[in-house]
């Protein structure tokens, strides 16, 4: 069985799409017999859609506030240019 | 030439899924970008107007300072005036803007050289030497705590933590978990190799992780009181 340190190298890939179906199960089987990695993995990916959620969809125009000066200089610059 | 899959004018996955000749514009967008390419002035201000808003928060959002952030804004716009005849039109506008502020907060930051970064280390995991999780107790249901409180102030703590991580962990982390680019994406966008990018990622999560579970339990703590 992997060591908690070990289990803790392949996180990444563990809750992405990068191991082999082997080392996937081996993690799997860690985190089942693992309570601190198991309660560790539900904290980080916890975290991770937090993570997200604190941008929600970042393709959206957000409403913030643009400094008419910044506009004005922006639209200078491309005069000049 | 630019690709659909550089980093100006990098569509989104489900925008890119075969569909090589496909303009992703459509009605607003096209006729702005028409009217660019036409070179009226008028347009230029209307595309900066519209996108503005989006270009700052994305500045801001990986560059610390406001006055770094107006600089990215205008060189964003000025890069998108000499280039908006390069466009294959593979995304939507907005998306191209994004990659090229993106662009341009990377070039910034790498431009202002590596800062001597706080230790992370007290907030990563530590191990014995059987390599065992040496972990402080923490409830099992912990883990629902901020799952529940989907507020502004929420997305704004998280926010704020995430400005408290060292730059090189901090971009790492809007590049893959915000920004949505895959693992090599962001490793070829960093200059480095995709293992020093998975490496990365895990610590910025974990010392984010970190930061934010006091403040979670602490809120927890308030709303059931």
Redesign the interface.
Known sequence: ML????F?DF???YL?Q?LPVWQKFMCWLHVKM?R??A??V???????????????N?????????PEE??K???F???S? | MVRATSAVGRA?PQEAAGTSAKTYLAGDDKELLDCLRAGD?RC??KL???????V???A??YLRSDADA?DC??ET??TV??SINKFEERS?I??WL?GITINQCLMRIRAQGRRKEDSIEHLL?S?DE????M?SS?S?E???I??MI?TAQ???L??DK?LELPDTLRVT?LLR????FT?KETAIKLGISVTAA?TR??RS??A??AL??PELERLEYHAYM
Not at chain 1, 46 to 54: D, Q, S, Y
Not at chain 1, 58 to 66: K, L, M, N, R, Y
Not at chain 2, 177 to 180: L, R, T
Request: aromatic share 10%; proline share 5%.
């Open positions: 060591t908690c340190k070990e803790d996180m990444v890939d992405g990068g693992c601190e990695c309660q560790f539900r904290e980080y990916q916890r975290t991770v859609r937090l993570g997200k959620k604190a941008y929600d970042p393709d959206e125009p957000v409403p913030d506030f643009v910044l506009i200089a922006a639209l610059h491309k005069r240019n | 989104r002035d230029y201000e900066v107007r519209r996108f503005g808003p989006q700052l928060a994305t801001k959002r107006a804004f205008q716009f000025l005036f000499k939507t907005g998306t994004r995991p191990f059987k390599g065992n999780r972990e923490s099992n912990s883990y629902r901020g799952e989907d929420m997305k704004q998280v926010r995430i982390l978990d915000i920004d949505g693992t998975k990622l895990h999560r974990t984010l992780g934010l579970k």
